[in-house]
């Protein structure tokens, strides 16, 4: 939908960039979100680093307007510890005086005072839309002032332009042009949170719950939470049901019962409608229930818990970049730059022209109005449609007689350590498999469970509540196929296993490049395998994400906000923190910039015993200000001789006096739990679109009789690459890997390093080249080729 274009780009680094002599204002305004706080402090760290002056205007607009002791200058010091609170600090206020001439000219007054002409709202379209108002009547306001005598020419002649960046802060996620704003993957937790608290009470009782969660017009939350828990049936404003959906819904909520399944969930957007626009509320749905089915039926109403809460490990990070990358925009925008919102494409900063967003957003309601659904959906995005189509997939089981059938055989399995969402992803692998015709056979314990002949088929009905189960239900074992080929081959001819799906970390990589090596001499490997990287340690070359890496990064922030708080009251102290990764770096280094860590050590980033000394100098100056507590994280395999312990004696030592250490190796608690709400939704698209290549290679592949698929393009790695999912021959990525290390030549994520220093008080050199360029969001329906459509 929306093919942006790039309108400028060279390499540059930000040292170019001063901001000395300018005023930055940061305000969040309309509803809060959880991440809001986060933003504000990436914005006033980075003002403050990059020289500029940075002031907090409290309660939103209506501070703006009222002025006095609602605009005060931030310090570096006034953002610190606010990473982890939810909701916004400086506060938040639906201003109607805003909305008249009188009270923006208010506002403008209090700003020229303060010399502030570069502002930075993080808030709904409602928000941004007033600021985009109040910038385009600036210099007519100036004129009004200076006709008043409330300032003088000079002072409107110095001030003669507004910049504005907008970043979006809503649980909704409705606005066009991002995927994901600040606080939709933390309403998501709290749903999740919800309903698998409520799943055990259903499970007990056999009961149907209703539930209705936020959203306004928007159907994501609702969508996404039904995607990840499996819902039975899920009422979103984008997707009216069809007339006569109350006797479909009540047919499919029994087969389930007589299914052995003991409970149902229906989620309902509290914008949900029929195709009359008439509203569906959740007391009607209960009814409905009753009255047809006599089931014993609940409603619960999530209400204001999913505005609550600890913001994600996710929505941390997105704030966080997105905060830095508002003041690299306000910092290089010019009296003719366009409003623009920062915000996030796939995993790529982009910056858009914030007028052509609201007025998408706008064109999704008036779509909504005239019945024109099908462009609402599209007009929301790749993201919300990848959403739909992929909930459509999985949500209506046939009989087996109205099913396709392919007469294709094809095998899961699970390799490589366990990661939370690899059994979302065998869920929906199994059954959209069996929805496109195929005979599904599940492997248990990887590559070893396969040569001893641990192979069943595996139905509809057995997947049944794997979205939010943990670790592996299949069985998983890090063995490599290389040894036992002969005995694989041997199985897949017994069970006529016509492909393979690969569910799992390095080993399944390594697994996948023997097997595929192994063609000439055994045809039985000549079939299309996929594999789909499920690994907390986000280790796997052409993949920027892996499934279980998010539920891993939520654990680790979750247990530095406890550590930190462990220290609340007592006297200064530094925490030493070693997570998992192997040599990989990412959770240590993406954790660390969640949970706002001081310094952080990595394998990537060669460090030796003068940059020790540096941090904790550094970290003595700044635990003599008003700052607590430090926290330093440690990846397991940084260097050999720099232990943890050794640093932890270190840091003991140098900081004797100042302050005292503790030290905490998070261990295997990374790679358990319940799978975040990112990791059962990322796990479920991944391995449907894993299997739809399965069956488009199945149909090209069989000749004469048989599948015959051994060109290099038929074993792939399936990963998300910056913006889109691309499915790569394993053998052109062996180029791109370490296996002595068992890490990617290059990865991404090693950008966001200097983005940890500048928030922790390091001077660095930032390479703003991969900073957002200002793009457009033109209207041109990208055909869906088979490599790049993006989740």
């Not at 913001?311 to 997105?322: C, E, G, K, T």
């Not at 919300?384 to 999985?394: A, D, I, M, P």
């Not at 030290?663 to 975040?676: D, E, F, W």
Request: glycine share 10%; proline share 3%; with cysteine.
């Amino acid at each position: 939908l929306s093919r942006r274009v790039s309108v400028s780009c060279e390499r540059k680094f930000f040292e170019n960039l001063s901001g000395s002599g300018k005023s930055i204002a940061v305000l969040t305004s309309g509803g809060d979100a959880q991440g809001m706080n986060a933003a504000v402090r990436a914005v006033v760290r980075m003002g403050i680093y990059v020289g500029a002056k940075v002031y907090f205007i409290h309660e939103g607009y209506q501070g703006m307007v009222d002025g006095g002791d609602n605009i005060k200058e931030a310090t570096w010091e006034s953002v610190s510890s606010m990473l982890q609170v939810g909701g916004t600090v400086i506060g938040s206020a639906r201003c109607k005086e805003f909305r008249t001439h009188e009270g923006r000219l208010k506002a403008a007054l209090n700003l020229v005072q303060r010399s502030i002409t570069n502002l930075c709202v993080i808030g709904g379209d409602g928000s941004l839309t007033g600021a985009n108002l109040f910038r385009e009547e600036w210099s007519e306001l100036l004129s009004e002032l200076v006709q008043q005598g409330s300032i003088s020419e000079e002072a409107a002649r110095t001030h003669s332009s507004l910049h504005i960046v907008g970043m979006v802060g809503s649980i909704d996620n409705d606005f066009c042009g991002t995927d994901m704003t600040i606080g939709t993957d933390s309403a998501l937790h709290r749903i999740i949170e919800v309903v698998d608290a409520i799943m055990t009470t259903a499970q007990s009782h056999q009961r149907t719950f209703v539930l209705e969660v936020m959203g306004r017009h928007c159907g994501y939350l609702a969508l996404v939470s039904a995607l990840a828990c499996g819902a039975d049936w899920v009422f979103i404003p984008e997707m009216p049901p069809e007339d006569g959906w109350e006797d479909s819904m009540c047919q499919k909520l029994s087969e389930n019962r007589a299914d052995k399944k003991r409970l149902n969930i229906i989620i309902v957007a509290e914008g949900a409608i029929d195709s009359h626009n008439k509203a569906i509320t959740p007391d009607y749905i209960k009814d409905l229930v009753v009255r047809c089915l006599g089931f014993d039926t609940r409603v619960t109403i999530l209400g204001h818990v999913q505005r609550g809460g600890t913001p994600s490990a996710f929505d941390r990070i997105l704030a966080s970049r997105m905060g830095v990358e508002a003041v690299l925009a306000l910092l290089e925008a010019s009296p003719t730059t366009p409003a623009c919102v920062v915000s996030l494409v796939g995993n790529q900063a982009v910056r858009l022209p914030l007028m052509e967003c609201v007025q998408m957003t706008q064109e999704v309601q008036k779509a909504m109005d005239e019945k024109k659904f099908e462009d609402a959906v599209r007009l929301r995005g790749r993201s919300f449609e990848h959403n739909l189509s992929t909930y459509r997939l999985l949500s209506y089981h046939k009989a087996d007689s109205e099913l396709p059938n392919s007469n294709f055989n094809v095998a899961v399995l699970n390799v490589g350590a366990p990661a939370a969402g690899m059994n979302a992803a065998v869920r929906s692998a199994v059954r959209v498999g069996i929805t496109e015709g195929h005979k599904m056979f599940a492997v248990s314990d990887g590559f070893e469970g396969f040569y001893k002949g641990q192979i069943k088929e595996i139905k509809w009905g057995d997947v049944g509540g794997w979205t939010g189960q943990g670790g592996s239900l299949l069985g998983t074992k890090r063995t490599l196929p290389g040894k036992h080929l002969e005995k694989i081959a041997e199985q897949m001819r017994i069970h006529n296993i016509n492909a393979l799906l690969v569910i799992g970390g390095f080993e399944a990589y390594v697994g996948l490049l023997e097997l595929s090596a192994a063609r000439d001499k055994y045809s039985e490997f000549c079939v299309p395998m996929v594999m789909v990287p499920a690994t907390v340690s986000n280790n796997i070359p052409g993949s920027d994400l892996s499934i279980g890496s998010d539920t891993a990064l939520n654990a680790i922030t979750d247990t530095c906000d406890r550590i930190k708080q462990s220290a609340s009251g007592t006297k200064r102290r530094v925490f030493i923190i070693e997570t998992m990764g192997g040599y990989c770096g990412y959770l240590a280094t993406v954790g660390g910039l969640a949970a706002g860590a001081d310094a952080v050590y990595i394998y990537e980033e060669p460090f030796d015993i003068r940059d020790l000394q540096a941090n904790v100098e550094h970290l003595t100056q700044k635990m003599k200000t008003s700052i607590q507590r430090g926290l330093v994280l440690r990846n397991e395999s940084c260097n050999e001789n720099f232990t943890t312990d050794f640093i932890y004696q270190l840091y003991s030592e140098e900081g004797h006096g100042v302050f005292d250490c503790r030290k905490n190796i998070l261990g295997h608690m990374q790679q358990g739990g319940a799978p975040s709400p990112f990791d059962r939704n990322f796990g479920t698209k991944v391995a449907a679109k894993a299997i739809q290549w399965i069956s488009q290679t199945l149909k090209e592949s069989y000749k004469g009789g048989r599948v015959f698929a051994n060109s290099e393009d038929t074993a792939c790695l399936l990963g998300m690459r910056r913006r889109a999912m691309v499915f790569q021959p394993v053998s052109q990525l062996r180029d791109e890997t370490d296996f002595v290390h068992r890490i990617p030549k290059e990865q991404w994520w090693l950008k966001l390093r200097p983005l940890m220093k500048i928030l922790a008080k390091y001077k660095t050199s930032y390479d703003v080249s991969d900073a957002g360029q200002l793009e457009h969001v033109t209207r041109i329906r990208p055909k869906d080729t088979k490599t790049t459509s993006a989740i």
